[in-house]
């Protein structure tokens, strides 16, 4: 079983940036996998979590929310960790961040991307 680990969050001015990082221990990223990043704004439930980025291991695929088109950056590396790279970051963009995987995700598509482990989330505040 994969565990992930978040960090890089923290306090930032408006416009300002910050690189996210999710960290895999216990197994690699499958070669079909995706990995996902998540926020859940301030007053928000888990269920209300809204999608931001993904990522196919491949790295063949991105996906973005429309929110974050053309400021965030998603990106991995060859050592099993997907990161986030966030610039001229909003107050709006405030949450707790998570990074999610699904091992499996058919044909590498957004809309067959289900997450079944996730990270215990990084706090990102963005000052006005």
């Known amino acids: 079983q994969v565990q992930l680990l978040e960090s890089g969050g923290g306090l930032v001015q408006a416009g300002g940036s910050l690189r996210l990082s999710c960290a895999a221990s216990?197994?690699?990223?499958?070669?079909?996998?995706?990995v996902g990043w998540f926020r859940q704004a301030p007053g928000k439930e888990r269920e209300e979590r809204e999608f931001v980025a993904a990522i196919s291991w491949t790295g063949g695929s991105k996906y973005y929310a429309d929110s974050v088109k053309g400021r965030f950056t998603a990106s991995r590396d060859n050592k099993n960790t997907v990161y986030l790279e966030m610039n001229s970051l909003k107050p709006e963009d405030t949450a707790v961040y998570y990074c999610a995987e699904d091992p499996t995700v058919p044909s590498q598509s957004l809309s067959n991307f289900r997450p079944d482990y996730w990270g215990q989330g990084t706090q990102v505040t963005v000052s006005s």
């Open positions: 216990g197994r690699t990223f499958s070669r079909y996998a995706m």
